[in-house]
């Protein structure tokens, strides 16, 4: 059974196919990387595989449950942090990520103890009381990791989680991700950074233009050469261009 499941994933916005006939297997236990150029649909495919927007045509399913037929229960295994998702930044980070756990349901014994480990975890116990508004945009990124985190997901679906974050901020994220997956989790991360995503993914799909081009381990989408290198030749571009005369100063 895989983590998730997308068959004839489509989405259209006015003339324009956004996404175009998407399908997509995530196994269980992968770290699962998602790259492409801006505009190649990768938010639209995430955001219709959690439930956030619905699909024109196609299904998602999570662990064998069908996100649109079932939201409720889906939500309930998906840990999502959405590109550029508003947070609510007049509550602290402690009040934030104890408000998801409620949102959840989560028995509020429990929830004291998982937003604590999570404070700790991620190294945001300093920050606890303060305001998320006032946080830096790295910070921002783990609190919104913790709040996806809370309630024990069982896949976690990440929009750019690295985007605007500090070294050290992404080596802590790296971290709990490895940790989710080695814990029997799975990840799926968006991200623009081919050298990060062939240093840490071990599976990958490239969208450009709202379609799947490859898919698969990543030994195996890669072939001989690097991610970038493969990515290039599969959307084409990647030419050097000349500069013109009046931006020489020799």
Known sequence: MPA????????????????DGVDL???QGSLFGLVGPNGAGKTTTLSMATGLLRPDAGTATVCDVDVWRHPVEAKRLIGNLADRADLYDRLT?????????????????????????????????????????????GMAKKV???????????ILVLDEPFESVDPVAAVTIRGILEGF???GGTA???????????????HVAIMAAGRVLAAGPMADV????DLEARFLALIGGGRRPESPEWLRHW
Do not use: N, W
Request: a negative charge; aromatic letters at 4%.
């Open 4 to 19: 998730l499941e997308l068959m004839g994933l489509t989405k259209r916005f006015g003339a324009r196919r956004a996404v």
């Open 25 to 27: 297997v995530v196994p």
């Open 93 to 137: 980070g402690e009040q934030l990520i104890t408000y998801s756990g409620l949102l959840f349901g989560l028995d509020r014994a429990v929830l004291r103890t998982r937003v604590a480990d999570l404070l700790d975890l991620l190294e945001l116990g300093d920050a606890a009381c303060i305001l998320v508004a006032d946080y830096s945009a």
């Open 144 to 154: 919104a990791l913790a709040a996806a985190l809370v309630h024990s997901p069982r």
């Open 181 to 183: 997956v080695a814990g």
């Open 188 to 202: 799926v991360v968006s991200s623009h950074s081919m050298d990060l995503v062939q240093r840490i993914c071990d």
């Open 222 to 225: 890669r072939g001989d050469i």
